[in-house]
């Protein structure tokens, strides 16, 4: 497995989108619809999947959130240190104050976001659409 970017994972209401991405960007955290994320190859599918995984693991909890835009949040440039390349250089963990600011950013869209308290792991490889994050 190649380099990974830390994301967290949510289901957010289409509607909502626009307002939690500019949201987001006001703590340098960027918001990616798996659909359009420049990392996936086949955008539709892997939305259909990730969206249909997150919504049968809630049991009928999250039912209301069936044909929402499944989106990737990932951390900037203030989270990280940069090489000279503009290769991400992670010093340690990332800081707590990043985990807190990402869930009080989506704790504020509500009922218009579902989300597990978790970060995972998206591929940073470039494309030739994205110079990609290169995590060393």
Same mark, same amino acid.
């Given at each position: 497995?190649?380099?990974?970017?830390?994301?967290?994972?949510?289901?957010?209401?289409?509607?909502?989108?626009?307002? @939690?991405?500019?949201?987001?960007?006001?703590?340098? @955290?960027?918001?990616?619809?798996?659909?359009?994320?420049?990392?996936?190859?086949d955008?539709?599918?892997?939305?259909?999947?990730?969206?249909?995984?997150?919504?049968?693991?809630r049991?009928?909890?999250?039912?209301?959130?069936?044909?929402?835009?499944?989106?990737?949040?990932?951390?900037g440039a203030?989270?990280?240190e940069?090489?000279?390349?503009?290769? +991400?250089?992670?010093?340690?963990p990332?800081?707590?104050?990043?985990?807190?600011?990402?869930?009080?950013?989506?704790?504020?869209f509500?009922?218009? +976001?579902?989300?597990?308290?978790r970060?995972?792991?998206?591929?940073?490889?470039?494309?030739?659409?994205?110079?990609?994050?290169?995590?060393?």
């Amino acid at each position: 497995m190649g380099p990974r970017h830390l994301v967290a994972t949510a289901l957010v209401e289409p509607g909502t989108v626009g307002d @939690l991405e500019l949201r987001l960007m006001t703590d340098d @955290l960027w918001l990616w619809p798996v659909r359009t994320a420049p990392v996936v190859v086949d955008g539709p599918r892997t939305e259909f999947q990730l969206r249909r995984r997150m919504v049968e693991q809630r049991h009928g909890g999250w039912d209301d959130a069936a044909t929402w835009t499944p989106a990737w949040i990932g951390f900037g440039a203030a989270w990280h240190e940069f090489g000279p390349d503009g290769d +991400v250089r992670p010093s340690g963990p990332l800081p707590w104050a990043a985990h807190q600011r990402l869930w009080d950013a989506l704790a504020e869209f509500g009922p218009f +976001v579902r989300y597990r308290r978790r970060l995972s792991g998206i591929p940073t490889t470039p494309t030739p659409g994205w110079t990609g994050l290169h995590l060393l």
